[in-house]
């Protein structure tokens, strides 16, 4: 049985379980839903800044969502890392890296003296590296220029996602 048609109850799999099944593997560290859709279905993880080892977890927010991550890597395959780069004024995505550093930054436990997650989105200073983790973080903090773009690109292939209408998920994955 899929684990994602069913909402976490005392009966039902927990958000750690469903997350395991969506990501393939267990969990590394802890996190929190933060975006659902109209199902319950956990559609993007907020991760803390550390792993359960202590090292350092670079992606803040992390789409777990399977289609999503299917129709963006789609977007990839297209060449959409490069497009968004050549679309996206770099003082813009500088901006974007710099906040989600800070946020991520401010996660950290007050007087941490280990290692710490560095970087922008995806852990990556300059450019764009990943468009799953700016969509993530789009679909969570909506200044994301690059989440921005690739939700662009979503609603013109009639895919963008909306957690409240029932159905979404599947428009694009039956063309």
Known sequence: MDPTTEAASDTGPTDREVVAYLIGRE????FSVVLRRHDGSPVVLENGPLLDDGRPMPTRYWLADRQLNKWIGRLESEQG????????????LAATHDAYEQGRGALLPPGH????????????RTGVKCLHAHYANYLVDDSDVVGAWVHERLQ????????????????????
């Open 113 to 124: 003296q280990g290692p710490a997650p560095s970087g922008g989105v995806g852990g990556t």
């Open 81 to 92: 890392v490069k497009r968004a780069e050549r679309e996206i004024p770099p003082e813009a």
């Open 156 to 175: 013109e292939k009639g895919a963008a996602f909306d957690p409240s209408e029932p159905g979404i998920l599947s428009r694009w994955n039956d063309r």
């Open 27 to 30: 969990p590394m560290g802890q």
